[in-house]
């Protein structure tokens, strides 16, 4: 017979989170035990720790902060780019790379009903996000003969609809085999006291952790070990949302790789001092990315003798990871980053309440952070023209609308895989 345990009506108690409870007696022997399910997975501490930092005052500008350099793609010699793309080409080759899609954001502000990868645009025909990857995967495949084992990181909301959308499109004509879904973990979300909300009586609400969580997944869903039973050496993390995005690109696999380092990705020049992008630089000697909310004004302007910001690449969400880093960072866990978001909950009176404006933090971690905890990284300035193209808003900067052209135009001048 479902119920609360005595020891987690005294847990909720003390973190001041009976409310959760507070409709129990309603509900069907279902609902009751997937309550009592959803309890039992909740770190009530953390949730504690995380309201308590975002009560804190804000910290103070960030100190020591210093450039880092970058190698840029522009400039290589013919040579250089044929000998990075050679050893990038035989990692390939060997079957020793996998490419990881994270495509377990919300996307609040596309507002696309559905995972954001099933969102089509007209390139001039329709191409789902999902599709513009697997096509990239695929040319990759054929040309080094061999099949990129593709891992897609979904979360609980959206994993189901997810592959829906993979086998009602037959993967896409991607080997299925090497199609492999994981779900990142999800965080309840906080009101402005600190309580833990109710999207139904039954069910709290979470979020998707962010894509930091991406380490404790891969390992904690055996994603890691699947890996390495593979053989798989280098794997690309990136985001969904960038139509431009190379999936496994041999210039940067190759130069990572003859520089032997663990990890690295891909920066672009800011288009302004002000883009809404984080910058790489170099935080007390780590690599890091510093936020654009979070930089001052006298660094995002700062310009080097020849008129180029100094802290200007930006952290465009390609990376790549020797598959160590896996291991290591999904032990060490990253700090969260609290954002307010607008949720719908359920009140005392069990009515159901739509916010008008943010109302409850979401916590996430951000895969940058892992950064510092390594010495150094390879960073690699490419065009923007030819691999920057996200899709994050419904209109302006950033849209289906730009990202359409820029896809066009980047078709026009070569085939980008
Ligand atoms: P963004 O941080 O831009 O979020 O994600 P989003 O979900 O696309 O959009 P908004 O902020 O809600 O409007 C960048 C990439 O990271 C993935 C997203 O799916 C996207 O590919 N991501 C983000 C995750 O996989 N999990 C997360 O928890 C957050």
């Given amino acids: 017979h479902a119920m609360v345990s005595e020891e987690m ?7 001041g989170q009976a409310h959760l409870i507070g409709f129990y007696g309603e509900l069907s022997a279902a609902e009751k035990s997937q309550l009592e399910n959803q309890l039992e997975t909740i770190d009530f501490a953390l949730m504690e720790r995380l309201f308590r930092q975002t009560q ?14 970058c190698a840029v793609e522009a400039a290589w010699t013919t040579q250089e780019k044929q000998n990075y793309y050679l050893r990038g080409m035989e990692i390939l080759r060997d079957g020793k790379y996998a490419a990881v899609t994270m495509a377990g954001g919300q996307g609040t502000r596309l507002g696309h009903p559905g995972p954001k990868g ?8 329709e191409i789902s996000l999902f599709e513009i990857q697997c096509r990239r995967l695929k040319a990759r495949s054929e040309e080094c003969g061999r099949t990129i084992p593709w891992y897609i990181m979904t979360s609980e909301e959206n994993d189901a609809e997810t592959k829906r959308f993979f086998r009602e499109n037959g993967f896409f004509g991607y080997p299925e085999e090497d199609v492999v879904f994981f779900r990142q973990f999800m965080l309840p979300m906080l009101d402005q006291n600190g309580k833990l909300l ?3 009586k039954y069910k709290i609400r979470e979020g998707a952790d962010g894509h930091g969580g991406i380490f404790r997944a891969m390992l904690k869903r055996g994603v890691t070990e699947d890996l390495k039973r593979r053989g798989i050496e280098w794997v690309y993390t990136g985001g969904i949302d960038n139509v431009l995005a190379r999936p496994a690109d041999p210039l940067l696999i190759g130069y990572l790789a003859a520089n032997h380092y663990e990890l690295g990705g891909k920066s672009i020049i800011k288009r302004d001092a002000y883009e809404k992008a984080g910058v790489f630089c170099r935080k007390n000697g780590r690599p890091f990315v510093i936020e654009y909310t979070e930089i001052p004004a006298e660094l995002a302007e700062q310009r080097d003798g020849a008129g180029a910001f100094v802290y200007g690449d930006a952290h465009i969400l390609c990376n790549l990871f020797r598959v160590d880093v896996f291991d290591k960072m999904g032990e060490e ?4 980053h609290a954002a307010c978001k607008k949720a719908s909950y359920i009140d005392a009176q069990g009515r159901r309440i739509e916010p008008d404006r943010p109302n409850a933090y979401k916590f996430e971690s951000f895969l940058f952070d892992a950064f510092s905890f390594y010495q150094k990284m390879g960073i690699l300035r490419v065009e923007r023209e030819r691999e920057f193209a996200p899709i994050k808003n419904r209109t302006g900067e950033d849209s289906p609308e730009t990202a359409q052209k820029l896809y066009a135009e980047a078709a026009k001048e070569r085939s980008a895989l």
Avoid: M
């Fill in 9 to 15: 009506r005294e847990k909720l108690n003390l973190y």
């Fill in 118 to 125: 099933t969102f089509r645009i007209c390139v001039p025909e």
């Fill in 198 to 200: 109710l999207e139904e």
């Fill in 56 to 69: 804190e005052q804000k910290a103070e500008p960030p100190a020591g902060i210093e450039p880092i350099p």
């Fill in 333 to 336: 866990g990253l700090p969260y």
